[in-house]
């Protein structure tokens, strides 16, 4: 490992600034969108009561259980091409082998654990920046 060197007061404050900005603008479009649905579902079924609508279950219910086979079928096939993609990746590459006495999880663990002790302050700055955006939005 290379000398280590402390984080700048830029990088903490740029950390919270986009912390912020994002926490702020997550809460405000997820409250819109999830009004904008509530106002989307309530006016179709007023419609459907009112007679305006007429909506025919039976083929709802049939295109939705056909929408889920094929997606359980794409879901397994994705699946499938991963694990052999991660297998290959296994094979090849040595950041990513699993050791014997280390297993997938621990090695993975080890990975994100450098990773984020090289951008500590500016991850923790925008974790805590996103917490107030939300907070105060």
Not at 55 to 63: A, S
Not at 100 to 119: I, M, W
Not at 126 to 132: N, P, V
């Amino acid at each position: 490992m290379g000398k280590e060197s402390k984080p700048t007061q830029h990088e903490v404050a740029m950390g919270a600034l986009a912390g912020i900005c994002s926490g702020y603008l997550f809460k405000k479009v997820s409250k819109y969108a999830a009004a904008t649905a509530v106002v989307g579902y309530l006016a179709v079924q007023g419609a459907s009561q009112a007679g305006y609508i007429k909506i025919n279950w039976k083929k709802v219910n049939d295109q939705i259980e056909d929408i889920k086979e094929a997606q359980y079928i794409r879901d397994v096939t994705d699946k499938l091409a991963d694990l052999t993609d991660e297998i290959s990746e296994i094979i090849t590459d040595e950041d990513t082998l699993v050791l014997e006495n280390e297993g997938r999880l621990k090695a993975t663990a080890r990975r994100a654990y450098e990773a984020f002790k090289q951008n500590a302050a500016t991850s923790g700055s925008f974790t805590a920046g996103f917490a107030l955006g939300i907070l105060f939005a």
